[in-house]
């Protein structure tokens, strides 16, 4: 399936060629296609959730939101610039001056992505560690402002792989021995060691706020305690374990992308076990666009609904989803009414 030319002799010819033959590349396409359109779809239903629904829009969730652009974006352009990338030889993709730069939109939004889940981690442990004073502490401005402020320093964290220091823009790169710049060498080593001290962090943090909620819980049995506020608990540590799974599952897609490099040293013999490597990375990694939406529709009602009334309203079923709840309405009214009439007369 791996095209048979050679990279530096394309380099010579100055053409544009496929990476490998057509039945493979449509293959490729073809799964990534998939990843695209559900991530896309998905991720549109989150954000319109956000912004139609009430109910919906939470302090907390405003974290949810950010992640759902990041994701959204992700599908919509760093996986199609990326399998360009990966697919194409040609003078722009395999060119040391350009060839980051098709790479940059995922780099900029997975930074993002991890920036935010750390937000979210300090956010659950002051709303499980002061329950009390966590209206007060995260608000709704401040947390706009959170939200912001990790969007522009991810942005910027981004960015960095597209700088060429003291590099040659015209080193061909598109071999085995995969040529990169100093930047992109320490950015790649400083985010492989980064995100696993990140994830550890994460991790220890959300281990920490599960045991003041058993602490909690634990002291809330021994006293009497209304039953809103353990509602209340209830529902701040379900929102904390949908968090852990978010990050539990960001952690597993994006991980072997973090030490792809490491993969592609020691592991890559040709071409063929390199783009293998390559495709298995990034194909977990893209993925984790399409697994969130999903994963806020399981673990929150109010997105659920949302996503059923945006549904129904996108497939027309939404009228007749209301004639049917005005029609069960009337009859349960009817019935109440004969019931009530029955004890009057009785």
Known sequence: MINKSNDRNISESGGIYLRVELSGAIIYVGVYFLI??????????????????????????????????????????????AICNRLIISDLTCHAGTRPLFFLPAYTLSSVSIFLLF?????????ISRPLRYSHIMTRKKTKRIV????????????????????????????????ESGVIT???IATAMAFSVGLAFIFSMYGR???????QKTTVTNTRSSVSKRSRDQMRMRTTIT???????????????????????????DIKSLL??????????????SINPILYGWRNIHFRRAYMKILRSWFGNDKKTTNMTSQETETKSI????ISLKVSSD
């Open 36 to 81: 695209i359109s559900s991530g896309i779809v998905g991720n549109s239903l989150v954000l319109i959730s956000f912004i139609r629904f009430k109910e919906v829009r939470k302090v907390n969730n405003y974290y949810i939101f950010g992640l759902a652009i990041a994701d959204f974006f992700t599908c919509l352009i760093s996986v199609p610039v």
């Open 186 to 188: 320490s950015y790649t």
């Open 335 to 338: 019935g109440l009414s004969a």
């Open 119 to 127: 937000a979210i981690t300090i956010d659950r442990y002051i709303a």
């Open 276 to 289: 293998a490597i390559q495709t298995m990375c990034e194909m977990l990694a893209y993925s984790n666009s």
């Open 209 to 215: 706020i599960v045991y003041i909620a058993y602490v």
């Open 148 to 179: 912001l402020g990790v969007w522009l320093f991810g942005m910027s964290f981004g960015t960095l792989p597209g700088l060429n220091f003291g590099s040659d823009p015209y080193q061909w790169v598109c071999e085995l021995d995969m040529y």
């Open 243 to 269: 968090c852990v799974l978010i990050s539990a599952i960001f952690g597993i897609c994006w991980l072997p992308q973090s030490f792809k490099n490491i993969f592609e040293t020691y592991l890559a013999r």
